[in-house]
């Protein structure tokens, strides 16, 4: 991998001549376009893009670059972002007792498909509740939450979250609801895999409520994580086919299954700054 590739992702209210902006930047820069995809929200108004370039021109730094789009945005009222391809975002992952997900994302890691650095796995119960994960020598803090604990260990996190550098907060199967204060600081850079395909069937035990209503599609969701509790922008969805024959415990294997690979690519989606917020949606620019 090049470390002259960045990728840039950016939002504004729409109006002509955001890309031809854009586009010249990038060859006053000494950049050539590798890729680039483009929406335009007709409800909202707000145009959204993702490039991928490169420097050619070696006397640019891509802090020079960098600061040269921050007047472009505020010429376009832009929010955007700017980052070296190379420079892998700081994960941390959270895990209550089911570790499907966990494990799931940790292997991926090793085998080099998810491009992130894992910078801590946090749990409410202790390390022996994921004793079939190998978590190696992954800095692991087991934070247990009561009802009086709650605020305190949040708080924990929080700190770990900034001590540690982390860039995205990963809710691998973590069975606590973030404080609406932890969820606003972390806005945007925290996903939730939620075991059921939302809206519906919410709160406990989703499987057996789509057992009990005789489904024939189950599913899972990646979400944002905001202080409305499963309300947040979706990443990425996916289903699965049952049928009659399926039991309350076949319903969750299978939804295990979605939900590692649901998780896997959102997570990969953001990794790769492929999603973008657009109010209570997502934009995200497939490869």
Known sequence: MSDRIAILTLSCPDRPGIVAAVSSLLFETGCTIRDAQQFDDLETGRFFMRVVFERL?????????????GTLAERFAMDFTLREQHAKKRVMLLVSKFD????DLIYRWRIGELPMEIAGIVSNHGRDSIASTDIGDLPF??????????????ARIW???QESGTD????????????DGLSAKLLGRCINIHHSFLPGFK???PYHQAHER????????AHYVTPDLDEGPIIEQDVERISHRDTPDALVRKGRDIERRVLARAVLQHLEDRVVLNGK???????
Do not use: N
Request: aromatic content about 4%; proline content about 2%.
């Open 159 to 161: 700190q770990l979250v």
């Open 57 to 69: 021109d070696e006397s640019r730094s891509h802090a020079e670059i960098t600061e040269a789009f």
């Open 168 to 179: 995205l907060v990963v809710l691998a199967r973590y069975m606590q609801v973030l404080s």
């Open 281 to 287: 949606k997502t934009v995200v620019f497939t490869d």
């Open 203 to 205: 709160g406990a035990k």
């Open 141 to 154: 803090h087991h934070l247990p939450i009561t009802r009086q604990t709650k605020m305190e260990q949040e």
């Open 214 to 221: 005789g489904v024939k599609l189950i599913g899972a969701t």
């Open 100 to 103: 499907h997900c966990l494990a």
